[in-house]
Structures are given as C-alpha cells and as structure tokens.
C-alpha cells in the first residue's frame, strides 16, 4: 500500500514511517522540513532498511499535493503536518490556523481531486479541554483554550462535515495523549528546536547537562503528588496504533475516533524518578508556580481502539525512559545538519 505521510521527516512521523515499512507498507513523505531535517532520512533507511521517497514541499501547495498523490498511485494519507508549540500558537495565531486548518483543507482538497479517500489524522487528547472526569473517553465533550487546540478542534469539525457529505471516506480522527520515548535503536527521536516545551525533552536535556534544572509547572494540583497527572505513551506504540488504523479501519468508510493512549497517569515527579533511573544521572529540579492553561490530570481510555483496531499500547514507562535516554546520550545535540 503506498500512503502519502506528511509531516513523515517529524518526530512522530518518522518513527510511524519505520513501523509502516516493517508492516509492508510503503510511505511516501512530503514534508517542508519546517521542524525537521533532512538526515531523518538516512536513520529511517539505517533502521528500516528501504529509504522512503521524499518530496519537500507545503501542504498548502495544491498542485504539488495533487501530483504528489497522483503521480505515486498514492492509496492513503496520513498526516501529521502541522505546527504544535501551545505557546507560539498564541503569539501567532494566523500561522497555526494557516498550516493546520488551511493546509488540512488544501490536502483535502487534493485527495478529492486525485480520488483518495483514506485519511487518518493526528488530532490531541487536547480537544478534551479541561476533562471533568477521568479517564476520558472519545464521547466526552470537546473544547479548546488556546489557538493549537482550537486548530486541532477545527479540523476535527471540518473532516467530520467532509466526511457525512462523502459518505464513501474513510477519516480517523487519532487522538493523541502525551507521545514521548525513542525508536529502541536511539537512532530517532524528538529534536526539538529552541527550549523544549514539553516535559520529556525538557528532562533529557537536564540529564545530558544542556540545562541547569527543570522546572516542575505546579505543585499544589489535586493529584497523588501534587504535579500534573498524564498518560505518557511511548512514540513505537503510538506509531502502531497509525498501522492498526490503516489496516482496520482504512478500507471501511466512515468517521473512526480512538484515544491512542495507555490509560496510566503518571506525576511529573514520577516522570523525572523514572528517568534518573533509566539515566543513573540526577535531574535536579524546581517547584515553580501552575503554567498557564495547565489541567491537573488527564489520562485516557484506550478500549474503543483496543475492541475496535486490536491495538493497545504495550511498552512500559522503563522503557519510555530509557529510550529517550539512548537517543539523548547518543544525540546530545538532535540530528546531525
Ligand atoms: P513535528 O514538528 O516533529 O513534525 C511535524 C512535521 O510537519 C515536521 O517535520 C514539519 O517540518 C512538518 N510541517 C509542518 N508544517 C508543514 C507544512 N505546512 N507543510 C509540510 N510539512 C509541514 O511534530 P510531531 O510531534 O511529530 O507531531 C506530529 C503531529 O501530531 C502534529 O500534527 C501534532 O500537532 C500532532 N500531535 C503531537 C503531539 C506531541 O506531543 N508531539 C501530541 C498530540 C498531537
Ligand atoms: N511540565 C513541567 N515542566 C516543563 C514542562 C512540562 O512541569 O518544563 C509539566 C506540565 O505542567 C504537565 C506535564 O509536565 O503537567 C506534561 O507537560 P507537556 O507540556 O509535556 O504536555 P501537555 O501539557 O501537553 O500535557
């Protein structure tokens, strides 16, 4: 099956490419290496052994996407495309709403015209706001506190509108919970660039001594220890999950929602012990005050992907921690380039 992956040089596209290979698949990138780069490629071949081809280009770029998807009997798409820094996201609204909710449309627009008519998307556990309960399944009410999640939330009511008026697509909407963890090899995994916004990348580059410490967003929260509660999933299952869905639900029309999550919840605190165990190096850190927009706690309930896509999340918090840890100490500083 050849899929396009947009987004596919990214850190979840990427490790999702090596798992397509090895299920037989064959994934096509387009990417515009806006946060990636490009000796991505060269892991995906060491790893996977098959080099994907690899178009650089926008998603905003109609013509390339028509003939990108015409030109490579493209069958599916999956797409991770996007931006999805909270933060920037309300300094610059337009350019979330422009590469997320524009540059989905303009995909979709391209499928029509090239007659693909499987897509699977990555939407977030965000669109869940501020759950009133956990753990949290796909029927909870849906929300948005900032521009990244009101892009998310957007694109959700865009493809579903789509997809009643094209009753013959098959959309799955895969809602993400926290991705973190490495490809096993420590040839992949999450490079971001600048100060890391997330937790893990923030933890690892304390181990590996690029910071002086981390600081813990809150402490008074109503959870075990104080801190933010999160189902941590590790980037290999999550990748499965994208696998499990083009093969369960691809070729059934249809809108198709799943939580791709464990339904753990672990602490911040918990998040750092386990990975000073996994690095045997210590991660000082500091209690600072609640960060903006933060909820306390949210963790998922995976049973309709499980019941429905035979799919569950099977990689222990260990091993989270030490596979960000091998990448980390092997690429103190990201990809080479
Ligand atoms: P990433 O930034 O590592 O990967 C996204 C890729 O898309 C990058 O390679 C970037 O260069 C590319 N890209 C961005 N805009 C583009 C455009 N207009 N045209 C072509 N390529 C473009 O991000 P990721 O962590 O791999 O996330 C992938 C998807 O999953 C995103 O849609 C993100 O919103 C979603 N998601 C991520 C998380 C997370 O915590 N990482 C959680 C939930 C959802
Ligand atoms: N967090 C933290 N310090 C950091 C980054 C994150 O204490 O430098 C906390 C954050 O408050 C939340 C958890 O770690 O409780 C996960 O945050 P992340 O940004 O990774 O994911 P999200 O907020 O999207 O769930």
């Known amino acids: 099956m050849n899929v396009l992956v947009t987004g596919g040089m990214g850190y979840i596209g990427s490790h999702t490419c090596i798992q397509m290979i090895q299920a037989g698949m064959t994934p096509i990138i387009l990417d515009n290496l806006y946060n990636s780069k490009n000796t991505v490629l060269d892991r995906i071949e060491k790893v996977a052994g098959v080099r994907p081809k690899f178009i650089e280009g926008d998603i905003r770029d109609k013509d390339l996407l028509t003939s990108a998807l015409k030109d490579n009997a493209i069958e599916s798409v999956i797409h991770f495309a996007g931006l999805k820094a909270v933060g920037e996201s309300v300094e610059k609204p337009l350019e979330y709403y422009d590469n997320n909710v524009n540059g989905t449309l303009v995909l979709v627009d391209a499928m029509r015209e090239a007659g693909v008519k499987t897509l699977v998307f990555s939407s977030s556990a965000t669109v869940y706001g501020d759950p009133a309960s956990v753990p949290i399944t796909e029927d909870f009410p849906t929300s948005a506190t900032n521009p990244y999640g009101r892009s998310k939330l957007m694109v959700e009511e865009c493809l579903t509108d789509f997809q009643k008026a094209n009753s013959d697509w098959s959309i ?51 959870t075990k220890d104080g801190t933010g509660v999160r189902d941590y999933i590790h980037v290999m299952d999550l990748s499965d999950g994208h696998v499990a869905a083009l093969e369960k639900v691809g070729n059934k029309s249809g809108l198709h929602i ?80």
């Open 172 to 222: 799955t909407l895969l809602r993400y919970f926290n991705p973190v963890g490495s490809h096993p090899s420590g040839e992949l995994g999450e490079d971001p660039q600048g100060i890391p916004n997330n937790l893990m990348p923030f933890v690892s580059q304390v181990a590996v001594g690029r910071r002086e410490f981390l600081s813990v967003f809150g402490s008074d929260y109503p």
């Open 258 to 337: 799943y939580n791709l999550g464990t339904g753990n919840g672990y602490s911040v605190l918990e998040m750092v012990k386990a990975f000073e165990a996994a690095s045997g190096k210590p991660v000082p850190y500091k209690l600072v005050e609640r960060r903006a927009g933060d909820i306390a706690e949210c963790w998922a309930d995976p049973s309709k992907a499980i019941n429905d896509l035979g799919w569950k999340a099977e990689r222990t918090l260990n091993e989270m921690t030490e596979d960000t840890w091998r990448w980390q100490s092997n690429n103190p500083d990201g990809y080479p380039g």
